[in-house]
């Protein structure tokens, strides 16, 4: 994490804000419309003390968690059965590439549908944001696996679930790692933007709730908060995971 707070990103986003301030002051567009880098910062302390910040976060990250969770595992099974199954890859395959182009809040619709307005659609909306970019690089992952080491963990008696556990992950896991890391940025974008349209608690209500009262400083601080966790999770978590998977594997 530290790599990605140098002194050279450090100075350019306090010449952001700088540059935010000054134009800010010069009331080319009044406060309501474009409020400073102060009242953004202010409005961002009084969600703090109110606790509303707080809570709206512990909220989107548990819909996160257990939606990421849920396409990681579902994609990881899909993926592995395309790559091994020629039928499944040849229907279901097809079907994967295209459900793919369907952008995550496509599917709040048909979420509330189902499930109603609840914990349920959102975390539906952000498992199936995730999944298909699991399943294809889980699929490209245990494709590129070379046929001599399965036919030789076969020879020494590895089968069935002992075989996908024991050589089939493991070597398929630097393309797994890149499907979790694309999934994680999909789960992410689904969860707040099934959030603004549910209207259900999390980062994605407070941020609607700030477009209906027309409060644009409230509107910017929580797109920060958005911004900012995205950017602590992809650097604490994935971009670690990634390199040390890279790293091990001998691709770095």
Known sequence: MAKNFTPHRIAFYIGIVAVWQIVAMTGVWPDNVFPSPYEVAEDLA???????LFYGIATSMWRLILGLAIAIAGGVVLGIFMA???????????LVLGLQSI??????????????????????????????????????GVKNIDPHFIEAARNM?????????????????PYMITGFKQGWAFAWRGVIGAEILFSFLGLGFLLNAGRSLTDVSQVIAIMIIIM?????IDGVVFTRLENKVMSRWGLR
């Open 46 to 52: 009084y969600s703090a003390s109110d606790g509303s």
């Open 84 to 94: 091994r199954v020629e039928v499944i890859n040849k229907t279901v395959g097809s």
């Open 103 to 140: 952008p995550s809040i496509a599917w709040v619709p048909l979420a509330i549908l189902w499930f109603g307005l609840t914990d349920g659609g959102i975390i539906f909306v952000t498992a199936i944001g995730a999944i298909f970019a699991v399943t294809i690089n889980t699929y490209t």
């Open 157 to 173: 008696g590895a089968k069935g679930s002992q075989l996908i556990t024991a050589v089939l992950i493991p070597a398929a896991f």
């Open 228 to 232: 900012g966790i995205g950017l602590v």
